[in-house]
Nanobody, 123 residues
Framework: VQLQASGGGLVQAGGSLRLSCAAS????????MGWFRQAPGKERECVAA????????FAADSVKGRFTISRDNAKNTLYLQMDSLKPEDTAVYYC?????????????????WGQGTLVTVSS
């Protein structure tokens, strides 16, 4: 499956962005999905994940209550709604796919990756 992430940009602290990840090439609903981010000098971390059906989701403690992951299997698209953004949310955000029912927080378990989209939050 090919993944194309978009929606990043520059936003002030307290603002919102919605990231999208368009999938093609394989049946999107066969894949559990995750959003990861990597800030300069830091390891890649999972911020949110979602099961194949969308019925089970995970959010990291650092973003819980501010970020919402969702998917539209009819549109082959994954989303990450990011509200109340903080400067520490600044990072390159990646979408990833694994052909399992439930997603993982471990990046090594994911098979396919999008190219990343940069989110910059100014203070």
């Amino acid at each position: 499956v090919q993944l194309q992430a978009s929606g990043g940009g520059l936003v002030q602290a307290g603002g919102s962005l919605r990231l999208s990840c368009a999938a093609s090439g394989r049946t999107f609903s066969s894949f559990a999905m995750g959003w990861f981010r990597q800030a300069p000098g830091k390891e890649r971390e999972c911020v949110a994940a979602i099961s194949r059906s969308g019925g089970t989701t995970f959010a990291a403690d650092s973003v819980k209550g501010r970020f919402t992951i969702s998917r539209d299997n009819a549109k082959n698209t994954l989303y990450l709604q990011m509200d109340s953004l903080k400067p520490e949310d600044t990072a390159v955000y990646y979408c990833a796919a694994v052909e399992k029912q439930y997603a993982s927080v471990n990046s090594y378990e994911y098979t396919y990756w999008g190219q990343g989209t940069l989110v910059t939050v100014s203070s």
